[in-house]
């Protein structure tokens, strides 16, 4: 687990999702199996549905008997959860982005650190990679995935840079693309340039913001009422999203009214935002950035 990561928040997660010794959890993102392991010393006859498309998860399970494991992206836990007769649950927690293990891997292509291909899948089996995005996208497709996925203001020129080296060499490293944009970076901000460069073309080859979509959405169906959620998200794009839902049970964030006037939204949320403190920043660099948000699914005849 260590070439993972440490769990991040993770009292926190434990104190949110309010284990019961008998509940059925999930763990959509298992990754070094941190949160998981903790869960599983909260319960007695319960069971911890654990999911992760990165096969190299597999090697962190335990040998207990109360998990079950699915090699599979979160946007199929409702297909799963149903084909075992697993629904409801009493908690779901997702701890989203790229776990330490993958930045730390050069041959997986997601950090601007290491040379190494320009892969950037979450899972082996999936077809597309960065050096295909970067290679076969057209001008305005490029563009379009650096300035929504990225949020870099000069995604253009980016994007133009892009086309015109691969008219020369076909672009596979990671290190190809990191030299060719240096010159574009805003003036004391290259590493962080960088890695929204990466952050764009990793969500475009995972589909992760569609993904995380159909997972919020799934979330409702399977959580018993009384059920809680939390998610870790890590940046601007995926915490808007979790944030939007939550308040109103749709990604616009406009909460809707019965003939009544009372609200129709599937939650109520638990806790404000929850953020690391400066001592587990200081121990875990890779909590600098995370936002934790619990809220617990509301009863069918309860109003706000």
Do not use: C, W
């Not at 950037?120 to 995005?133: N, P, Q, V």
């Amino acid at each position: 687990m260590s070439s993972y990561h440490e769990p991040v928040l993770l009292d926190k997660v434990i104190e949110g999702l309010n284990i019961k010794k008998t509940g059925v959890y999930v763990d959509a993102t298992y990754g070094g199996g941190g949160h998981s392991k903790e869960i599983l010393k909260n319960l007695d006859t319960g069971r911890l549905i654990a999911f992760d498309r990165d096969e190299d998860a597999k090697a962190n399970l335990p040998d207990d008997d109360r998990i079950v494991f699915f090699e599979q992206n979160f946007k199929f836990m409702k297909n799963f959860l149903q084909l075992h007769k697993l629904i409801p649950v009493d908690g779901i927690l997702a701890d989203l982005g790229v776990s330490s293990h993958q930045f730390e891997s050069p041959e997986r292509g997601f950090s601007t650190r290491f040379e190494g291909p320009l892969d950037m899948r979450m899972s082996s089996s999936a077809k597309k990679t960065a050096a295909d995005i970067i290679n076969e996208e057209d001008e305005n497709g490029l563009t379009n995935i650096f300035r929504l996925y990225g949020e870099i203001k000069n995604a253009k020129i980016v994007a133009k840079t892009i086309i015109k080296e691969r008219k020369t060499v076909r672009l596979e490293t990671t290190k190809q693309i990191v030299d060719i944009l240096k010159p574009y970076a805003p003036k004391g901000k290259y590493n962080k340039f960088l890695a929204q460069v990466f952050q764009a073309l990793r969500i475009e080859v995972n589909d992760e913001l569609n993904a995380l979509k159909e997972f919020l959405n799934q979330s409702t169906d399977v959580l018993k009422p009384g059920g809680r959620l939390a998610i870790i998200s890590y940046h601007s794009l995926e915490d808007r999203l979790v944030k939007n839902y939550i308040k109103s049970g749709n990604f616009e964030g406009e909460i809707k009214k019965d003939f009544f006037g009372n609200k129709l939204v599937p939650f109520k949320i638990i806790n404000k935002l929850i953020m690391p403190s400066e001592d587990e920043i200081a121990k875990n660099n890779r909590a600098r950035s995370a936002k934790l948000r619990i809220a617990e699914k509301i009863e069918t005849n309860e109003r706000q």
